[in-house]
């Protein structure tokens, strides 16, 4: 459809993918390399500048397999968000993500018996075929890396200066992809289409006490009773250090882009002193 169209060529022009004829930039040329959403290529490119490229090539791995997390048979509900709770990670889903997949690595590394990594993948309620084609996902991911020589910098998961960087690196590409909790219950609301959003019941967050008021998701689903899925907590101090301008001046207006302009308007002065002392 035209509409689905000139959508599509606004969002990559956000992405600076386009140049100001509307063919692809050069930064565009270098993410049409990967078989990957456009806002996924703009945040493993962007790793590289953050230097958290070994995460980020699992996270969009995690993403574009098929989801990991199996449905667990009636009865067995609580089993299973037991044993996931053990692989999640306190910054988010896509953090959880990188644990689970480094589990199951250590898992297949380390067989203490034959069928070791199967029911390992039982026991945590994962599926073991999703797992392993994140694998070959991410060996394609690096393979194309290293043939258009871009760094790949060593793992460093788990420090807050990695952790940091990461929330840097998606949120380069995934700005279009914030909402917020409206009302402190886990409604969240879209900034980009103003829609409200539940989270994803396979989500680290579902079902506890700690609901993060600003979050950047992978994906919303209407299929799936209007859920946002693959959910991190961020700050909106972060968001406003690294949102486009002029994306952010074409969002609708709302009480959560008014909270955002008032942290913009804050920060304003001290990235003005940045840019002189450069």
């Excluded at 993500?97 to 309620?125: M, S, Y």
């Excluded at 200066?161 to 917020?180: D, P, T, V």
Aim: charged content about 20%; proline content about 7%.
């Amino acid at each position: 459809a035209p509409e689905s169209l000139m959508q599509a060529l606004e969002d990559l022009d956000y992405l600076a993918a386009l140049d100001n004829e509307g063919n692809l930039s050069e930064f565009g040329i270098i993410m049409s390399e990967f078989p990957l959403d456009p806002q996924l290529s703009k945040s493993l490119l962007a790793s590289c500048e953050f230097e958290c490229v070994d995460e980020m090539l699992t996270i969009a791995a995690m993403v574009t397999a098929p989801s990991c997390f199996l449905q667990a048979p009636p009865g067995t509900e609580e089993i299973a968000r037991t044993r996931w709770r053990r692989l999640s990670h306190p910054a988010g889903d896509h953090f959880t993500l990188i644990n689970v997949f480094n589990a199951f690595k250590a898992a297949t590394a380390n067989p203490t018996q034959p069928g070791n990594t199967e029911k390992w993948c039982r026991d945590h309620f994962l599926s073991c075929s999703a797992l392993s084609m994140a694998g070959v996902i991410r060996a394609e991911l690096v393979e194309i890396m290293k043939r258009i020589e871009l760094p790949i910098s060593p793992p460093d998961f788990g420090s807050e200066e990695n952790l940091l960087s990461i929330k840097k690196a998606l949120l380069s590409g995934y700005f279009m992809h914030i909402a917020r909790d409206v009302d402190g219950s886990g409604n969240y609301l879209m900034l980009t289409h103003k829609q409200v959003a539940q989270l994803h019941p396979f989500s680290s967050y579902y079902n506890t006490r700690r609901i993060p008021e600003w979050v950047l998701f992978h994906e919303f689903s209407i299929s799936e009773g209007n859920s946002i899925r693959v959910v991190s907590e961020i700050s909106p101090q972060l968001f406003a250090e690294l949102v486009p301008q002029y994306y952010f001046s074409n969002l609708p207006p709302s009480e959560s882009k008014d909270i955002l302009q008032g942290v913009i308007n804050h920060l304003a002065p001290v990235s003005a002193t940045k840019e002189e002392q450069k």
